[in-house]
């Protein structure tokens, strides 16, 4: 069965530090994977996905992914946090018929 | 100019009672989802439908029952609503796929917060 597993329901950096967010899936088939953002109170908005072109995948608001097989992994970074990047992400896998198969997600904090 | 709109916003309803979710896109996409994200925000598909024909049913109550009228609607009528209902129903659409070639984008609305009491 497919599956996404987030490491860490909470993270929290400075303001200017490095973002991390894992990723782990399983997938029998080669994945689709996605990185959606949901700030408080709104829907979901995609950040970045992964459609087995390049390994690195660069989204919106200097926001990138590293798509890593050997690892089963699909992990967020930003080189720089901004306290507008606050927000709950959610990592997630393509199933059968489009669905999406979401991780629990991180809520990122991002302190001055 | 909204791609995925959903109405109500906001629901707040007591227990027993039946109440309706209504979506709409204007985004020309031939297929709809319905998500519920629970109070610990875990997001899970609930259905979908694909030029109004049910494709994707995961194990809902039957209480819930999609309507699609038209490619553009995908509505969510709720039966007989429990404390366990209270979620947040969001709402998605894309173009059609059956997953294994390729994946279209899928948008999603704003959301609808149900609290039953």
């Known amino acids: 069965a497919q599956s996404v597993t987030q490491l860490g329901s909470h993270v929290s950096v400075s303001e200017g530090a490095l973002v991390l967010l894992r990723c782990n899936y399983s997938?029998?088939?080669?994945?689709?994977l996605f990185w959606y953002v949901q700030y408080p109170n709104q829907g979901l908005q995609l950040l970045l996905k992964y459609t087995s072109a390049a390994t690195l995948v660069k989204g919106i608001n200097g926001f990138e992914a590293e798509f890593k097989k050997s690892e089963t992994s699909f992990h967020l970074t930003k080189p720089s946090a901004h306290m507008s990047d606050a927000a709950e992400y959610f990592c997630?896998?393509?199933?059968?018929?489009?669905?999406?198969?979401f991780g629990a997600g991180t809520r990122l904090a991002v302190h001055p | 100019d909204t791609a995925v709109s959903q109405t109500p916003k906001y629901l707040v309803t007591q227990m027993g009672n039946d109440k309706s979710i209504k979506c709409e896109q204007n985004?020309?996409?031939?297929?709809m989802y319905w998500y519920k994200q629970d109070s610990k925000k875990f997001l899970k598909i609930m259905f979908s439908?694909?030029?109004?024909?049910?494709?994707i049913n995961e194990t809902v109550p039957n209480r819930f029952s999609p309507k699609s009228p038209d490619k553009a609607h995908l509505n969510l009528h709720i039966n007989s609503l429990e404390l366990g209902d209270s979620a947040v129903y969001f709402c998605?659409?894309?173009?059609?796929?059956?997953?294994?070639?390729?994946?279209?984008?899928?948008?999603f609305g704003p959301g609808t917060r149900l609290t039953v009491l």
């Open positions: 998605a659409s894309s173009q059609f796929s059956t997953g294994t070639g390729g994946f279209n984008q899928q948008f």
């Open positions: 985004l020309g996409h031939d297929t």
């Open positions: 997630a896998l393509s199933g059968g018929y489009n669905k999406l198969i």
């Open positions: 997938s029998s088939v080669p994945p689709y």
């Open positions: 439908y694909n030029n109004k024909e049910l494709i």
